[in-house]
């Protein structure tokens, strides 16, 4: 938005924060689905694992995405409108965070996660000593 001349407003500094959450919030969902797979169902990690953890997490974080955009879009198509000066902005930061955030949960996290990813190695340590 500030790219193509838009302004930075309340509204969008707003946005910018809830799309923070809801994507910290679906990757940490991601993450932890991907430490039980490795540690509970005994999975070993790698490939498999990644796109067992990502099939199986592909529609939560969809419905996320798909509930908040439905809920939002009646505000950022009325952003022009008076009285939604603060709203508009708002949710059309978000509508468009959701499609980025969507495809980075979905296609980049797993590949990160399996480059740097250490599930299931767990160090001994001796406290004892």
Known sequence: MLLTGGVLSLGSLVGFVTIFGI???????????????VEVEGMSWGREAAIRGAQERLVPILMTALVTALGLLPLALTSGAPGN?????MAQVILGGLITSTVLNLLVLPIM?????????????????
Do not use: C, K, W
């Open 23 to 37: 994507t910290l919030r679906n990757s940490i969902m991601l993450i932890s689905h991907y430490q039980h797979l």
């Open 113 to 129: 996660a399996l480059r740097f990813g250490r599930f299931g190695q767990v160090a001994e340590y001796d406290i004892t000593s």
């Open 85 to 89: 000066e603060i709203e508009g902005p």
